[in-house]
């Protein structure tokens, strides 16, 4: 249904017609307000009058739709899409911290076994689920279950597991001495960090390239202007370069831990 243009709305919007290159063209439209999102108006000549004017073509009358998106929309469309940029790059940060909380160094850490999951009634859960797991010292681990009976399938889950720790079971918990490692092993598992933080960097960087594609679809819907889209992705770069910063300073941290004696 045809809806009226109003000056006096108070609805901001911007508009562009969805008329074929083949109808008559119009006047610059310039910036109208509606109190709709969508508006309709018949295809005529050459700007607007008190009464549409009706272009026959092949014998019937054809309609363009002008459509108007509103500056409330657009604004809601770039929050969403810096919401879901932060909220992914906060989590690749986690991901990150969660895989080298998993490589042990030389000195005792609970957090090595958050990737050691354990067969508990037919489910695999992970063992912090089930135990509780403290640091009696620097160099040990102990692992108390919150159901004994799990006691096998924990030290079964640990020994199958790529940390290398045996697990010692007294019928009531389950003790891990952690080695001292190695000047040799110490420099693969920091290889094995480096690569973890390039792979967190490449997440980040496919994050950022979402959102600037994101971007470039509302400028091809015509909702931003090239020059929004050069600055919304200036301060997408910054955003990128920030968490780039938080990766290098969990990585350094990281990698102290594995090569200090």
């Known amino acids: 249904m045809p809806m009226a243009l109003s000056p006096a709305s108070s609805v901001r919007s911007i508009c562009y017609s969805s008329?074929?290159?083949?109808?008559?063209?119009?006047?610059?439209?310039?910036?109208?307000?509606?109190?709709?999102?969508?508006?309709?108006?018949?295809?005529?000549?050459?700007?607007?009058?008190?009464?549409?004017?009706?272009?026959?073509?092949s014998r019937n009358k054809r309609r363009g739709v002008l459509k108007c998106a509103t500056i409330e929309e657009i604004e809601a469309e770039k929050s969403m899409i810096e919401k879901d940029v932060k909220e992914r790059m906060e989590k690749t940060i986690d991901n990150v911290k969660f895989s080298f909380n998993s490589i042990r160094t030389g000195?005792?850490?609970?957090?090595?076994?958050?990737?050691?999951?354990?067969?508990?009634?037919?489910?695999?859960?992970?063992l912090k689920s089930i135990a509780q797991i403290s640091t009696p010292d620097a160099s040990s681990l102990l692992v108390q279950p919150y159901d004994k009976s799990s006691l096998k399938e924990i030290e079964k889950a640990i020994v199958g597991s790529d940390l290398g720790l045996t697990p010692n079971n007294d019928g009531e918990v389950i003790r891990l001495t952690i080695p001292q490692l190695t000047a040799e092993r110490?420099?693969?598992?920091?290889?094995?960090?480096?690569?973890?933080?390039?792979e967190g960097k490449v997440a980040i960087r496919n994050i950022r390239r979402d959102a600037i594609k994101s971007y470039e679809k509302l400028e091809k819907d015509k909702k931003l202007s090239e020059d929004n889209v050069k600055d919304l992705s200036g301060d997408l770069q910054k955003m990128t370069d920030e968490y780039m910063k938080k990766i290098d300073s969990i990585?350094?941290?990281?990698?102290k831990e594995l090569l200090t004696v």
């Open 107 to 126: 000195r005792a850490n609970p957090a090595i076994l958050d990737k050691v999951e354990v067969e508990y009634y037919g489910t695999p859960v992970s």
């Open 19 to 57: 008329v074929p290159d083949s109808y008559p063209k119009f006047g610059s439209l310039g910036s109208w307000s509606a109190s709709s999102s969508y508006v309709n108006f018949r295809v005529g000549a050459r700007g607007f009058s008190g009464k549409p004017l009706v272009v026959k073509h």
């Open 251 to 255: 990585y350094k941290q990281k990698e």
């Open 186 to 198: 110490r420099k693969e598992l920091s290889k094995v960090v480096a690569k973890q933080a390039e």
